[in-house]
Structure formats: structure tokens, C-alpha cells
């Protein structure tokens, strides 16, 4: 049972340039957990996708970011017109069910905005 | 103040000793985490807890609901222990207003154990 898939591991981008982060679940599971970490701090919620639904965004930027989990293929997490600011490790995690919510941690993007 | 606090920091400890890193926690939570990071690597999941006691090997995790306090013990510590920690919480729905499906993170607890 493959685990937490996520592609690209590092990405390179110039200010202005869009970042499309993907991101596949776990085999068999529908719930699909965003996270940030910023260089020298700690990891936060972004936002988190059932299948074709977004539950929760309190955690995303207001302009420039945005998430989708469509019903075929990977959780995308979309970031246009990079800066700087952006640069980070941007961690998915998967969940079987909402309620116990043993989250699974893919290996993370490193996105650096040049 | 952050709602998940760890200590120490840092820790650099021998090979063998007996390691406990700490956690505490502010809020309502309906389960705690633990989260192993090794530099600019994956997040490894160690253990969730909602009470009493885990044991994975050398890891034990424990947790008491009460005094909003949890702490991750590591057992004849390895270098290949040396990573980051991670304490983190799922808040209980009705207290955060929001995030609660995410988890709330501790700033973590950076280990070095030595040969």
C-alpha cells in the first residue's frame, strides 16, 4: 500500500510564475489535509478537501492560493503569481475517515521562488 | 501564546539516555499527535493519543487529559533518533471556530544524540 505521493519534491519558480503542488492520497482514503511550513517555523494548517469539496480553508491566504481534490486524480494546491514569501515546504496528509483522523504525511514540496 | 508549547527546544544528549520531550497544550482536543522530522525530510506519524499510554518500539507516548499535558519518551537513544519532534493537536470542534479539521503544531524539539 503506497503512502502519501507528492510531486513535484522540489520546484523552482520566479516571482510572478504560478506553483501547482500535487498531491495523491493514500489508497482508500477521501481526505486531503494542506500544510505550510515556513523556513525556521513551525508547520500550519492551510486547508483541508474531501473529494470534490473544500471543508475547511480557514488556514489559506486570501488571494493567490487556492486548493481543489477533484473526484478523479490528485489534491492540487495552486499558487499564482509567486514571491518570495511563498518559499516554503508545503506538506499533504491523507485520512482514511473525518472523524478518527489518523493523518498520513507525504514526503512534502519544496517550493523555492526565486 | 501558542497553543501548543514544547520543551526543550533543544536537546543533545549520549548514546543510550533515557530522552523525554514535553508537550503542552492550551485548548480542548480530541487527539494528540506525534511527528518525527529528520532535516529536510518527510513527516514520519509516531503515535496519536486521545488518553492513557502508546508504545512503538523504543517510542513511548503518554497523556494526561486532565492536566493538558503530554510527553514522548525515547528509550537507549540512537544517533539515528536525531530529528525534530513535532507535538501536534486536533482541536476539539466546538472550542476552535474553525481549523479543527487540521492540526494545530508545537514549534518542535530538535534532538542530537551523540555516539
Known amino acids: 500500500n503506497a503512502g502519501v505521493m507528492q510531486n513535484p519534491r522540489h520546484l523552482v519558480r520566479r516571482r510572478g510564475q504560478e506553483a501547482r503542488l500535487r498531491c495523491s492520497p493514500m489508497k482508500g482514503h477521501s481526505h486531503v489535509y494542506w500544510y505550510r511550513q515556513l523556513p525556521e517555523e513551525g508547520l500550519k494548517f492551510m486547508v483541508y478537501l474531501q473529494k470534490e469539496n473544500i471543508i475547511d480553508e480557514s488556514g489559506m491566504p486570501k488571494e493567490r492560493f487556492s486548493a481543489e481534490f477533484p473526484k478523479e486524480g490528485p489534491s492540487i494546491l495552486r499558487i499564482q503569481q509567486v514571491v518570495r514569501g511563498d518559499s516554503a515546504a508545503y506538506f499533504c496528509?491523507?485520512?482514511?475517515?473525518?472523524?478518527?483522523?489518523?493523518?498520513?504525511f507525504g514526503p512534502g514540496t519544496r517550493l523555492t521562488v526565486l | 501564546k501558542n497553543e501548543v508549547e514544547q520543551s526543550p527546544q533543544n536537546l543533545t544528549a549520549q548514546e543510550g539516555e533515557f530522552i523525554t520531550i514535553n508537550c503542552s497544550y492550551s485548548v480542548g482536543i480530541s487527539a494528540l499527535h506525534w511527528l518525527q522530522q529528520h532535516p529536510g525530510g518527510g513527516i514520519v506519524s509516531l503515535f496519536m493519543?486521545?488518553?492513557g499510554k502508546k508504545k512503538h518500539g523504543r517510542l513511548i507516548a503518554t497523556i494526561n487529559i486532565q492536566e493538558k499535558h503530554s510527553s514522548l519518551h525515547i528509550t537507549a537513544s540512537h544517533p539515528r533518533d536525531s530529528a525534530v519532534y513535532i507535538c501536534a493537536v486536533r482541536l476539539i470542534w466546538a472550542n476552535s471556530g474553525g481549523g479543527a479539521d487540521g492540526l494545530t503544531f508545537g514549534k518542535g524539539t530538535h534532538l542530537i544524540i551523540q555516539p
Open positions: 493519543l486521545s488518553s
Open positions: 496528509a491523507s485520512s482514511p475517515d473525518r472523524i478518527y483522523n489518523e493523518q498520513f
